[in-house]
Antibody, heavy 119, light 111 residues
Framework: QVQLQESGPGLVKPSQTLSLTCSVS??????????WSWFRQPPGKGLEWIGY???????FYNPSLTSRVTISVDTSKNQFSLKLSSVTAADTAVYYC???????????WGKGTTVTVSS | DIVMTQTPVSSPVTLGQPASISCRSS???????????LSWLQQRPGQPPRLLIY???NRLSGVPDRFSGSGAGTDFTLKISRVEAEDVGVYYC????????FGQGTKLEIK
């Protein structure tokens, strides 16, 4: 059973870079079975897709965030990571790491981690 | 950009009765590969989202068969044949043509 766990700072200052890591258990990130994705959900609002990475390093980002987003993978640690630069209060959200089985089938979700952007 | 419009915003339902949620795409929902990647996700209170239905009508393994998806063109529907207490939460449609976009969500509550 694949399980995902997000980790990282819960508080980030405006203009700084948000950094989160997702640890994968129950599957090898290098297996090629999943696209490893990040989604987010601002407080009381709906869902937004941030982007994904494939084990090969291929990435695809939401066009609205592409200038600020980097998703990377560390196969040796079975982890993938999100960096979002120049954050503002609008980036305050619960961030979810997700395993997508391909064909836009996001079927494994982490529990989510809350990130607040505030000075 | 495509806009996904869900209705209703809120749906009070009696236990054991059916429920229906609609999702409309403002543009053609068909991906360049010919598929329509329209999914439905459930988010129970305090929980992460859970994928229920993918590619319009395919139920994920383990999802109760009281959940069904249908649709054609730009209109899609999630139906729950008999609502149970555990179905309370917010339901989102998600469409991926170039990248995933979500409807604003429908809150299902018990009357």
């Amino acid at each position: 059973q694949v399980q995902l766990q997000e980790s990282g700072p819960g508080l980030v200052k405006p203009s700084q870079t948000l950094s989160l890591t997702c640890s994968v258990s129950g599957a090898s990130i290098s297996s090629g079975n999943y696209f490893w994705s990040w989604f987010r959900q601002p407080p009381g609002k709906g869902l937004e897709w941030i982007g994904y990475i494939y084990y090969s390093g291929t990435t695809f980002y939401n066009p609205s965030l592409t200038s600020r987003v980097t998703i990377s993978v560390d196969t040796s640690k079975n982890q993938f990571s999100l960096k979002l630069s120049s954050v503002t209060a609008a980036d305050t959200a619960v961030y979810y790491c997700v395993g997508d089985l391909g064909a836009w089938k996001p079927d494994v979700w982490g529990k989510g981690t809350t990130v607040t952007v505030s000075s | 950009d495509i806009v996904m419009t869900q209705t209703p915003v809120s749906s009070p339902v009696t236990l054991g009765q059916p429920a229906s949620i609609s999702c409309r795409s403002s543009q053609s929902p068909v991906h360049s590969d010919g598929n329509t990647y329209l999914s439905w996700l459930q988010q129970r209170p305090g929980q992460p989202p859970r994928l229920l239905i993918y590619k319009i009508s395919n139920r994920l393994s383990g999802v109760p068969d009281r959940f069904s998806g249908s649709g054609a063109g730009t209109d899609f529907t999630l139906k729950i044949s008999r609502v149970e207490a555990e179905d309370v939460g917010v339901y989102y449609c998600m469409l991926a043509t170039q990248f995933p976009l979500f409807g604003q969500g429908t809150k299902l509550e018990i009357k």
